[in-house]
């Protein structure tokens, strides 16, 4: 039985390649797992729309191809097993999932099945070197992006991005599964996923790629800016795997040019963040570097709430949390900026900020979402300095400098000349007027004073 989770997709899939090498039939299972489900703060969720539409093309292809997959809604850790005595198999495969709770998970499964003389087989399959593949000469595991980027790329060969094959004769038709669920019978409503342009399963994915490849030579000249379509759009494929890391880390080698290479640099990133969290599973709750659990913030929820909803008085800031609320996504250096900017110039707890990312990402990922806070935050590893603190108005000027990103989220600056749009309390009250935009009234004057909310931070860090 092969056991489908963040790899809907049936090419390239390490896992289901090993099971249909070595058993006939093979059964095709997914879960719509009551102990994850239960655990989403809302019951209007993109990614469970987008997990649900993934599954039901996945079945498609699969019965296309002579197979079937069953489909079940409960707790994996008594469905799976269950199922797998009822078909009376013999192994259940699946691929590795590197979150705590998950390998905790597997490991319950893997007690169960053993009682009963079943074996489970995990596989590498998300990642191109996984744990503790790369190691230092210590035989630690890298704590410092670069050393571990030159590690990868020197321990990497093209036979780590050959797609897996996969003999399809040995697929079974589901059988013992439940009907079709509906969003609704899982206990979700639907959400505006598909009117904003997500294309879920692995056609998504193709329709992403083949957009992306023409741009990838202009990525590294283009990927910091928000306003233009400069990267991939591909994380949310990558959390749900509709679509293989082998594949892209191929493109990106065989493409070679300069943003191929910068896009690669992301690729690896992913991958050393996966290794924090395998080898230092502590992340989820702590900082990595400890000394930093001793830090102190003032966690004013009036602060919080604005910069929740896109409140604070910085456009650039605002902007990029109201295209979160929105869309489930937010551009990369957005997620810098923001993060920053709760952390250092409002002074509130990164793991507040972290959890509200997980509620609303689209492609939450619990490894890159708690790297990229604790990089912000400065207490991870290899983290930004604390004594570098983003300025939100010199970042919305260079990296949105006309304010086209920022006029398509704060409409209510929509009439605001360039030169102010980034601080738009600098207008008189007559220009405030003309441009129908009342600071204080219309949009928030600033929550903070920047110059003042940095000093405050660098003397918390100090401490």
Sequence with gaps: MFW????????????????LAAH??????????????????????????????????????????????????????????????????RAVHTNRDYEPEAVARDEAVATTLAARGISFHAHKDQVIFECRELLTQGGKPYVVFTPYRNAWLRAFTEGLSVPWPLRFESLARAEGGQPWPTLESLGFQPTNLLELGICPGMEGARRLLADFLPRLGQYQRLRDYPGKRGVSYLSVHLRFGTVSIRELVRLAMADGSPGAQAWLNELIWREFYFSILANFPRVTTRAFRAEYDRL??????????AWQEGCTGYPIVDAGMRQLQATGYMHNRLRMIT??????????????GERHFAEHLNDYDLAANNGGWQWSASTGCDAQPWFRIFNPVAQGERFDPDGQFVRRYVPELARVPVPFIHEPWKLSPLEQQAAGCIIGRDYPAPVVDH????????????R
């Design 4 to 19: 489908f989770r963040r790899d809907l997709r049936d090419e390239d899939n390490a896992g289901l390649s090993r099971a």
């Design 24 to 89: 006939a039939p093979v059964y095709c299972v997914f879960v719509f797992d009551t102990a994850i489900l239960a655990g989403l703060p809302g019951r209007a969720d993109r990614r469970v729309e987008f997990i649900w539409h993934s599954v039901q093309s996945l079945r498609s292809s699969l019965e296309d191809r002579g197979g079937g997959l069953i489909v079940l809604h409960g707790d994996a850790r008594q469905c799976i097993p269950e199922l797998a005595f009822r078909l009376g198999v």
């Design 296 to 305: 102190v913030f003032d966690n004013d929820p009036d602060h919080f709430r």
């Design 339 to 352: 993060a920053s900017f709760l952390v250092k110039d409002l002074g509130v707890d990164w793991r507040w």
């Design 451 to 462: 110059a003042v909310a940095r000093e405050k931070t660098l003397k918390r860090y100090q």
